[in-house]
T-cell receptor, first 117, second 112 residues
Framework: NAGVMQNPRHLVRRRGQEARLRCSPM?????VYWYRQLPEEGLKFMVY????????ESGMPKERFSAEFPKEGPSILRIQQVVRGDSAAYFC???????????????FGPGTRLTVL | LAKTTQPISMDSYEGQEVNITCSHN???????ITWYQQFPSQGPRFIIQ???TKVTNEVASLFIPADRKSSTLSLPRVSLSDTAVYYC?????????????FGIGTKLQVIP
């Protein structure tokens, strides 16, 4: 059973370009989370999605950022018109619906490191 | 979300038991305590989760006192491969998931 897969692992964009980050959850998981980690900082929650639904996007910047998790295919985090401040590691996690009493354990992917020139 | 405070870094020799304490003075009644481990250039990995008293699994133990204002992650006989950042999280079960933000964590360095 493959773990959470993210691609690309490294992405370089120039200011103003678009960045698309992909995440394939673990088999059998229908819940996806995206996090952002700035250098020397912890991970910050961005968005939680289920298939075809955004459940909680309270951590997403209001502009330029969007996320989707279509019925078929991976979850996509899209950043339009990137700026230097978007440079960070973006992690995706997935979980099954049922799990621990405190909340389903989240399984993280290896991350995508975005560099904006 | 309850704020957590943990040491920024710790050093330990191989073979020793390591205890990392996390303070969460304003923990809410429905909050759970979860610990994750992160190696460089990797995503975090779940270690253990608890609500009160003691929880043990094959990797670690989690001790939570009655007032739940702190918790201690205990790693028995650490090895060099346990060198990582350890995050303490406090959050409620929000319909099957935890909406969490990871703090800076505790950077554990295991010394040979």
């Amino acid at each position: 059973n493959a773990g959470v897969m993210q691609n690309p692992r490294h992405l370089v964009r120039r200011r103003g370009q678009e960045a698309r980050l992909r995440c394939s959850p673990m088999k059998g998981h229908s819940h996806v989370y995206w996090y952002r980690q700035l250098p020397e900082e912890g991970l910050k929650f961005m968005v939680y999605l289920q298939k075809e639904n955004i459940i909680d996007e309270s951590g997403m910047p209001k502009e330029r950022f969007s996320a989707e998790f279509p019925k078929e295919g991976p979850s996509i985090l899209r950043i339009q018109q990137v700026v230097r401040g978007d440079s960070a590691a973006y992690f995706c996690a997935s979980s099954p619906l049922k799990g621990l009493a405190g909340g389903a354990e989240q399984f993280f992917g290896p991350g995508t490191r975005l560099t904006v020139l | 979300l309850a704020k957590t405070t943990q040491p920024i870094s710790m050093d330990s020799y191989e073979g020793q038991e390591v205890n990392i304490t996390c303070s969460h003075n304003n923990i809410a009644t429905n909050d759970y305590i979860t610990w994750y481990q992160q190696f460089p250039s990797q995503g975090p990995r779940f270690i253990i989760q608890g609500y009160k008293t003691k929880v043990t699994n094959e990797v670690a133990s989690l001790f939570i006192p009655a007032d739940r204002k702190s918790s201690t992650l205990s790693l028995p006989r650490v090895s060099l491969s346990d060198t990582a950042v350890y995050y303490c999280l406090v959050a409620p079960n929000s319909g099957g998931y935890q909406k969490v933000t990871f703090g800076i964590g505790t950077k554990l360095q295991v010394i040979p």
